[in-house]
């Protein structure tokens, strides 16, 4: 079982930044790729951005050039560095790790971005 706990949420103001973690049970480069998910009120939950074998990233289009997904094997951490926020990056951000038959979620962390 992997247990995933995310950090770093808050209120922040329209441009402002917030990096959030997200800390693993385990070695993450076990897991082929971390990814990064927030949900809005109201709406689904929707994959922001994903790291793979360390390197290769995806991000959504809204967020590209804003959003840095990173990890740090040393710790067992994934970071999501968010820059310039806009108010409609408010949600809940959620970190994912498929492993085995399984996915795992954490319980998430709230963004606000106020206007």
């Known amino acids: 079982q992997v247990q995933l706990v995310e950090s770093g949420g808050g209120l922040v103001q329209t441009g402002g930044s917030l990096r959030l973690s997200c800390a693993v049970s385990?070695?993450?480069?076990?897991?082929?790729?971390m990814s990064w998910y927030r949900q809005a009120p109201g709406k689904q939950r929707e994959l922001v951005a994903a790291i793979a074998g360390g390197k290769s990233t995806v991000y959504v289009d809204s967020v590209k050039g804003r959003f840095t997904v990173s990890r740090d094997g040393a710790i067992n951490i994934v970071y999501l560095q968010m820059n310039n926020l806009k108010p409609e990056d408010t949600g809940v951000y959620f970190c994912?790790?498929?492993?085995?038959?399984?996915?795992?979620w954490g319980q998430g962390t709230q963004v606000t971005v106020s206007s």
């Open positions: 385990m070695n993450i480069f076990s897991i082929n790729t």
């Open positions: 994912k790790a498929p492993y085995g038959p399984n996915e795992y």
